[in-house]
């Protein structure tokens, strides 16, 4: 990979305009390898690259690939306007450069949530056409009977959908909890399932995607971490 120079590396990494970046480097504010650079045209590889920013470890990334476990009050659109914004959980770097939820979780739904400045990775991991799992984890207002389950993996009918929505998997892993597995990604999806199968969802989260667990990634709500390549990966199993 050819050298680029340092303000439009950091340019590229969610920094600011360039010319902020220009002002960053020459108020000594940015270290390549342990060094103070002050001169904005110095170039590097940026290909394994670390740098700080104001004393902040940072490493370059082509593209970021996050998972955040998702607390409930927080909306996953680009504007939100009724609650916060999921982005204001993460540094405003990530803003910069453009990175957004991959798909959406309601904003009283917790759990796992991607979110990339990848296009493709984003049209991949939401096109219907390629069938990534999504796990929930229900709770309902009424105990779970085998007739529910049986209702789920059958098939439910919902007003604004030409054909019944199944589940994947569905089983009962609590008196009143559910675990189920879609590949849709429809509004609402699960607790209107459970609503016109007649219970009444009253929390939900989403535990895993693909083969990558909320468990596995160890954050509490609120956190957020970076998905490495093996963890992409799973997201396809």
Same mark, same amino acid.
């Given at each position: 990979?050819?050298?680029?120079?340092?303000?439009?590396?950091?340019?590229?990494?969610? *920094? #600011?305009?360039?010319?902020?970046? /220009? $002002?960053? =480097?020459?108020?000594?504010?940015?270290?390549? @390898? +342990?060094?103070?650079?002050?001169?904005?045209?110095?170039?590097?590889?940026?290909?394994?690259?670390?740098?700080?920013? *104001? #004393?902040?470890?940072?490493?370059? /990334? $082509?593209? =970021?690939?996050?998972?955040?476990?998702?607390? @409930? +009050?927080?909306e996953?659109?680009?504007?939100?306007?009724?609650?916060?914004?999921?982005?204001?959980?993460?540094?405003?770097?990530?803003?910069?450069?453009?990175?957004?939820?991959?798909?959406?979780?309601?904003?009283?739904?917790?759990?796992?949530?991607?979110?990339?400045?990848?296009?493709?990775?984003?049209?991949?991991?939401?096109?219907?056409?390629?069938?990534?799992?999504?796990?929930?984890?229900?709770?309902?207002?009424?105990?779970?009977?085998?007739?529910?389950?049986?209702?789920?993996?059958?098939?439910?009918?919902?007003?604004?959908?030409?054909?019944?929505?199944?589940?994947?998997?569905?089983?009962?892993?609590?008196?009143?909890?559910i675990?189920?597995?879609?590949?849709?990604?429809?509004?609402?999806?699960?607790?209107?399932?459970?609503?016109?199968?007649?219970?009444?969802?009253?929390?939900?989260?989403r535990?895993?995607?693909?083969?990558?667990?909320?468990?596995?990634?160890?954050?509490?709500?609120?956190?957020?971490?970076?998905?490495?390549?093996?963890?992409?990966?799973?997201?396809?199993?």
């Open positions: 990979m050819k050298k680029i120079s340092l303000d439009r590396i950091l340019q590229s990494q969610g *920094f #600011g305009s360039r010319r902020y970046c /220009r $002002e960053l =480097v020459q108020a000594g504010e940015v270290t390549v @390898a +342990g060094q103070v650079v002050e001169q904005w045209q110095a170039g590097f590889e940026p290909h394994g690259m670390h740098f700080t920013v *104001f #004393g902040e470890e940072w490493q370059f /990334r $082509e593209h =970021v690939y996050l998972a955040l476990n998702k607390p @409930a +009050g927080f996953c659109s680009r504007k939100p306007s009724h609650h916060p914004g999921v982005m204001t959980l993460l540094p405003e770097q990530f803003g910069w450069r453009d990175v957004q939820a991959v798909g959406r979780l309601d904003h009283d739904t917790t759990g796992m949530l991607l979110l990339s400045d990848d296009g493709p990775f984003i049209h991949s991991m939401t096109s219907p056409r390629h069938h990534v799992p999504k796990v929930y984890l229900a709770t309902t207002a009424s105990p779970v009977t085998a007739q529910l389950i049986e209702q789920l993996l059958h098939g439910v009918q919902l007003h604004d959908e030409p054909a019944p929505l199944r589940a994947v998997t569905c089983r009962e892993v609590g008196e009143c909890q675990e189920i597995i879609l590949e849709q990604g429809k509004y609402h999806q699960v607790r209107r399932m459970l609503a016109a199968a007649g219970n009444h969802c009253t929390e939900l989260q535990t895993a995607i693909g083969g990558l667990s909320l468990e596995a990634l160890g954050l509490e709500e609120g956190q957020w971490c970076y998905l490495e390549a093996g963890q992409l990966e799973l997201l396809k199993a």
